[in-house]
């Protein structure tokens, strides 16, 4: 099943990013994980509960949140962190409906707020091996879908 979840979230988030954000994907997968494990990122995540419950956390390196945040929020040079983070936080809540619309379609699913996360779990997320990694001109992406 985590296959599955793993594959259409791929395909949502990539998505996603070209049509919202305007960042385009240049590869996906583990080879996109960048070498260093104290990765410098902005994480969100996005609980949701009902007939299934579940968490979806997005990672984005921060040069590349920045980058939205100036697409997205209209945010001026320098970009303040909590823009940065806030861009996050759209994206991960956008990505999260798409998704939960491709993946349990009808099912009565309430979606939460999204929340920032503490680098502190940054480093769970970077080892976990179902992670869903990208590259792009500004930096790397994780996505993770995990059920409760």
Known sequence: MQNK?????????????EQVAFVFADDIGIRCKP????????GAELKFT?????????????TLASNIALNMLAAEEPVE?????????????????NFITSAYQNADIILHIPDSLDTKKLQCDFDDPDGIWFSSDDGAILILVKEA
């Open 35 to 42: 070498q260093n494990s104290n990765w410098d990122a902005l």
């Open 5 to 17: 979840l793993n594959h259409i979230m791929a395909s949502v988030a990539e998505s996603i990013f």
């Open 50 to 62: 009902g007939t299934i419950n579940g968490t979806i956390h997005l990672w984005l390196e921060t």
């Open 81 to 97: 962190k909590e823009k940065a983070i806030d861009a996050v936080r759209e994206m991960c809540n956008i990505i999260s409906g």
